[in-house]
Structures are given as C-alpha cells and as structure tokens.
C-alpha cells in the first residue's frame, strides 16, 4: 500500500484565497484525521471522520474552515478565505478500528501551508 | 479531558549514550499512550503503543517505554543512541473518540 496520500505538498497562497488540502486514506481504513502542526500550537486535531461521517470537528479553527469525506478513498479541508496565521502543516492520518480499541493512526507526509 | 505532557523541548546526547525522553499523562480512564517519532518534513510514524497489555512496550529500533500508572509516566528509553535517532518525538494519548492529543514535542539531538 502507498500510505496516506496528501497533495499538495506545498502550498503557497495569498491571503483572501480559496486552499483545498486533498487526502487519501489507506484503503480500508475507517477512520480519517486532519491534524494541524504550528510551532506555537504544537499538533492539534481539527476534524475526525469516522466512515465518513465528521464525529468531532470541535478542532476546527472557525468557519472559515470546513471538510468533507464523500466517500471513504477521499477527503478535504479547506480554508476560505484564507489568512496568514493559517501557515502551518497540515497532516492527513487514518486508521482501522472499531470502537475504542487503540489501532495505529498512519500519517501523510503533511501539506506545507503558506499563506501570505 | 486527556493530556500529556513532555519534559524538555530539546535533548541531546552523545552517540552510544542512553535516550530518555518524559511524558507524563493526566487520564480519567486508562489511558492509551502512544509515542511518535517525526522526521524533519516528514509524517508522524508511530515508535511503540501502550493498550494496558504490558506496562514494558518494546517498539522499533531498540525504543521501549515503561507505563507507570503510580507516576503516571511513560517514558521513552533506548539504551544506546544512534545519529539516525536525531528527530522530533511526540507522546500521545488516545481520547475516547480515538483521536490523539500530542504532547509539544521533544527534540533529540545526537552528538558524534
């Protein structure tokens, strides 16, 4: 298997514009994760998705923010508009389980947000 | 709520010398506790997991961690470091949701 799958890699934007951040689970996981890595914040979880239904977007900076799992191969976050303080890496992860029992989380290599 | 939380932002050590890296967690229920390693511009990959089997874990290249539950530690050792353990090393606790909670990270720096 590939693993998480995350494009862009880098992205540069201006500030006001529209960012689509795009994930790809590993195939037959259930589970997806959008964490969010700053240097002030640390790693954060914005938004969990469990078979594609969010569970827990309490994370989720503000409604600028918003994501969406349509089917269980895909996910996206996106900011609109966009601002400055939203640079940071934006890491994609899932994971196979159900209930509480505690499967590994596999994580993309990140999105390097720019906004300017 | 689950926390966790790391002692020293930055270690370092020299080559061959033991690695000791500290979490310390606050749970209401047993805790799930996980330690990830990150390389510079890299993902998370995961180094070894606590699920309350046994309190000594061993995980990948030579890492273990003992859960503690009087002090309420799980700390990361590896007995001797190597220049390629030079990264960034997360400790986490699962939630009930099965989302993680990080700690802010330690930084280990290997010396020649």
């Known amino acids: 298997d590939a693993g998480v799958i995350q494009s862009p890699r880098h992205e540069v934007t201006e500030m006001g514009q529209e960012v689509t951040l795009r994930c790809k689970p590993i195939?037959?996981?259930?589970?997806l994760f959008w964490y969010r890595q700053t240097m002030m914040r640390g790693l954060e979880l914005l938004i969990y998705?469990?078979?594609?239904?969010?569970?827990?977007d309490s994370g989720m900076p503000e409604d600028r923010f918003s994501a969406k799992m349509p089917n269980a191969s895909f996910s996206t976050l996106k900011i609109q508009p966009s601002e400055p303080r939203d640079s940071a890496v934006y890491f994609c992860a899932s994971t196979l389980g159900t209930g509480t029992v505690p499967y590994e989380q596999y994580f993309g290599p990140g999105t390097r947000l720019t906004v300017t | 709520a689950q926390s966790v939380t790391q002692l020293g932002s930055h270690v370092s050590v020299s080559e061959g010398a033991l690695v000791l890296l500290r979490c310390n967690y606050s749970?209401?229920?047993?805790?799930?506790l996980f330690w990830y390693v990150q390389y510079p511009n890299q993902g998370l990959q995961l180094l070894l997991k606590y699920t309350s089997a046994a309190t000594l874990v061993k995980g990948i290249n030579d890492f273990e961690a003992e859960f503690k539950k009087s002090e309420t530690s799980f700390h990361l050792t590896k007995p001797s470091a190597h220049m390629s353990d030079a990264a960034e090393y997360f400790c986490?606790?699962?939630?009930?949701?099965?989302?993680?909670?990080f700690g802010s990270g330690t930084r280990l720096q290997v010396q020649p």
């Open positions: 195939s037959g996981h259930n589970s």
């Open positions: 998705f469990n078979n594609n239904v969010p569970i827990d």
């Open positions: 749970s209401s229920v047993p805790p799930y």
């Open positions: 986490a606790v699962m939630g009930g949701r099965r989302a993680l909670t």
